[in-house]
């Protein structure tokens, strides 16, 4: 399976602090992408990062990508009580099309 | 219209009924696809439409079918499920762009309780 790990699985924290989760996976992939579910709803796509770049950043957020470890981070810098949601990364195989697998995702509560 | 529309938002069935969830979407995206989530799990890839066209089933039990009868709609029909088929299904649609992965949109999902 090419599902990716995320960790930590839950994340506490004070507004105004970062969070940042971490994520592995494990074949090769052309882009890794984060996603961000509130209350087991619909997803909504963060951020894009593909596998020749190495850091991207939209707004508070900040991923970064290191593809000889398999591995990618998520920050959010200064958090806000809205920012609690899970979030999960996603990798593609090299189908053609869209077979996006999700990881095990990492639940985030922001207290104010 | 950046959204996709699920119908409807929860449904509770029993083992011998039938029924269908929908999916809508204006984006003029050639992808769509349906994913199932368990409590506090990732969403799991269950089909993909390219082109109205079946191009993945994750080996789906047949209680399940799928219709992709546009390229704007997607149904989910469901018969004889069974009490662990409860969970939140996921509709998704997106750009095909060779072999780039993009980035789904997700509709709010259908909210299923088998009895």
């Known amino acids: 399976s090419q599902q990716g790990e995320e960790d930590p699985q839950a994340l506490s924290i004070q507004e105004g602090e970062n969070a940042t989760m971490n994520c592995s996976y494990k074949?090769?992939?052309?882009?890794l992408q984060w996603y961000r579910q509130n209350s087991g709803r619909g997803l909504v796509h963060l951020i894009l990062i593909r596998s020749n770049e190495r850091e991207k950043h939209s707004g508070r957020l900040r991923v970064t990508l290191d593809t000889s470890k398999k591995s990618s981070s998520l920050l959010i810098t200064a958090s806000r009580a809205a920012d609690t949601a899970s979030y999960f990364c996603?990798?593609?195989?090299?189908?053609?099309?869209?077979?996006?697998?999700f990881g095990t995702g990492t639940r985030l509560l922001v207290s104010p | 219209d950046t959204e996709v529309t699920q119908t409807p938002k929860h449904l509770v069935m029993g083992m011998t009924n039938k029924k269908s969830l929908k999916c809508e979407q204006h984006m003029g995206h050639r992808a769509m696809y349906w994913y199932k989530q368990k409590a506090k799990k990732p969403p799991e890839l269950m089909f993909v439409y390219s082109y109205e066209k079946l191009s993945i089933n994750e080996s789906v039990p047949s209680r399940f079918s799928p219709e992709c009868p546009n390229s704007s709609l997607l149904n989910l029909h469901l018969h004889a499920l069974q009490p662990e088929d409860s969970a939140l299904y996921l509709c998704a649609s997106s750009q095909v762009r060779g072999s780039v992965n993009e980035k789904l949109f997700f509709g709010s999902g259908t909210q299923l309780s088998v009895l």
């Open positions: 996603a990798t593609g195989e090299n189908t053609g099309f869209q077979k996006l697998v």
């Open positions: 074949t090769s992939i052309n882009n």
